[in-house]
């Protein structure tokens, strides 16, 4: 499996990722950040088919090149059902927020804990890790591990947006994402990647240290 980190939205820091299969050459996108053209050359020039958008969740700053992927390739929208009226709301993503009325289409596939994409002959697995929203997911394929905005280099998803819940995405992290063997790597929805072992040892707010 292969995977490309594109920034399309730089004021935001949030990260766009392209999962492809090297030999079926079918690919998942997952957070189209913002409306940019990169988001389709990149497809193009790796000569892929666009099988999937995965959104990890349904922030504005998540979902907004969504039409525009949608429109030229037509993939498969997928959302975790929890976060899908967020897609179609521009008070629920919270674009109003930054002065600007982000609606995507509405999905085509409502993700459930456990669920499990394919591209190609590679499977990958949905987790459901809310907290940061209702309906945050992380995506698990290959020793990768696609956290959105639950659990990021040396930090974690804030909590204090509509929805959020502290206790929940402690739960979330610990119960969940930190089981995964200890060099999973993490590709956060921002900020740069770790591991799962590094973040068990030195996440300052889930991490070992956090709750001496
Ligand atoms: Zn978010
Ligand atoms: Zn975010």
Redesign the pocket.
Known sequence: MKYKKLNVLPE?G?NTYLLWDELSKEALYIDCAACHPLLLSTVRDLGLTLKYLVNT?G?G??IAGNELVKKEFNPLLAIHREDADMLVSAEANLSVFWGERVISPAADILLEDNDVLKLGSQEILVLHTPGHSPGSISLLVAGLLFS??TLFNESV?RTDLPGGDFDQLLRSIRHKLFSLPDETLVLP??DRKTTIGDEKMGNPFVGILATI
């Open positions: 935001f949030t969740h922030h700053d998540h959105g905005d998803g929805g921002h």
